[in-house]
Every structure is written in structure tokens, then in C-alpha cells.
């Protein structure tokens, strides 16, 4: 039970990675707000765990302060932001429209950086904090993605920066940058390619050392590792979680 009394809050918790996520921290002992853009997913996922949701628009800076507001309010405390929200928006750069660029930014730079910047505020009065953003081995570079791989990109460099403006605070920040994942997200790119999913989970497959793509479970073992008080002396670092170097 390493997080009991811990109060934790994930967004885009009602799917995916930070579905898992939360279910990881709350089977750890955690109290976890699941917060989405909508409210039905968020409350399926923290319903179970007997946690809080909380419908917000991470791009939205009244939305983002009402929800760390209200979870520090309901819970007491905030010790854990897993910033998970975020969409993908592909295509070639020739063919990629203004709104492709501002919504895949916006969601995934713009809505960590509020997050965080809400967050900090009851993590430094308390003296702790952990903070995991999530990246993806697509900062390295990919095609048809030059929106998302900027955004992730620039999260591990938001990282790196905030942990050494919080590091004297005790807060800890750092990024997860997952290779192939199962999610939706995967399935709306085998859409959008054409391939059937599961011949698109094999051809990835073929390309990772380990032979098998990742699960949400995979990740959110790292970012509970992250989260811990194992990892207290690790901050401003990107973890690859891709099943290979």
C-alpha cells in the first residue's frame, strides 16, 4: 500500500493509460480523482474505486483551477498530478489545418502546463509532491505527426524545467514516454491508416525487441514507480517505456 492516504488526481483518467493509472493508485491505497473532458467515462472508472470525478477541460483555465480546487477542498490534500489527457490529431504536414496543430497542442502542452501550474500551489505549501506527464516515444520524431510529437516533445522539456523550479519544494516531476500502447488512440490510427487493428498490432510487435505491444497496466506501473517513494531521488527525467531501447 504505497500511496494510502495519498491523494492522487489523473486526468484523462476515464479511458486508456489513465483509466489504468488510477486503478493502479487506488489498488495501492490511493484516493483518486479521475478527471475527463467528460463525465460518464470519468465516473465508470472512479465509481469502483470509490474516487471522485470530475468532468474538465484541461485547456480550460477555470476548469483546471475549480477541479484542483475541489480536490483539495473534498480531499484534504493533493499529493500525485498524472497529466494523461490528450488527443492526436494526424497527418501530413501539407495536409495538417490550423486546428489540427491548435487542439493536439493545446490539449496536451497547454493542458499540462495549467494542470501543473494549479497543482504546485498545494504541493509546495505542503512540502510534496509528485508529478508524472505523459510523453511518447513520438518526441523522438514520426510521421504524419508533427502536432503530436512537438506536444510530447515538449512535454519532457517541461519536465526537466519543472523539477528543477519544484525540486527545492520536494516536489518530484517527471515524463513516461510510452512506445506502442493498446488504446483507443492506437485503434484510431489503424482506422485512419486503413489496417485492420490486429494486423496492426502484429506489425508492431515484429518491431519491438520484447515481440508484444504495451498495456495500459504497463505504463501505469512506471508511473506509480515514479509516484513512489522509491524514485524520491529521480525528478527531471524521461522514462521510454517501449519494450526495447
Known sequence: ??????????????????????????????????????????????????????????????????????????????????????IIRDNMLFKMTDDDWDLVIDTHLKGTFLSARAAQRPMVEQKYGKMVFLSSTSALGNRGQTNYSTAKAGLQGMARTLAIELGPFNVNVNSVAPGFVETRMTRATAERMGVDFEAFKIGAASQIPLRRVGQPEDIASVIAFLCSEESSFISGQTIYVRGGP
Not at 34 to 47: I, K, L, N, T
Not at 54 to 80: F, P, W
Open 1 to 86: 500500500m504505497r500511496f494510502q492516504d495519498r491523494v492522487v488526481l489523473v486526468t484523462g483518467g476515464g479511458r486508456g493509460i489513465g483509466a489504468a493509472t488510477a486503478e493502479r493508485f487506488a489498488e495501492e491505497g490511493a484516493r483518486v480523482v479521475v478527471s475527463d473532458m467528460d463525465v460518464g467515462p470519468a465516473e465508470e472508472v472512479a465509481r469502483p474505486l470509490k474516487g471522485l470525478a470530475i468532468a474538465c477541460d484541461v485547456t480550460d483555465r477555470g476548469q483546471v483551477e475549480s477541479m484542483v480546487e475541489r480536490t483539495v477542498k473534498e480531499l484534504g490534500r493533493l499529493d500525485v498530478l498524472v497529466c494523461c489527457a490528450g
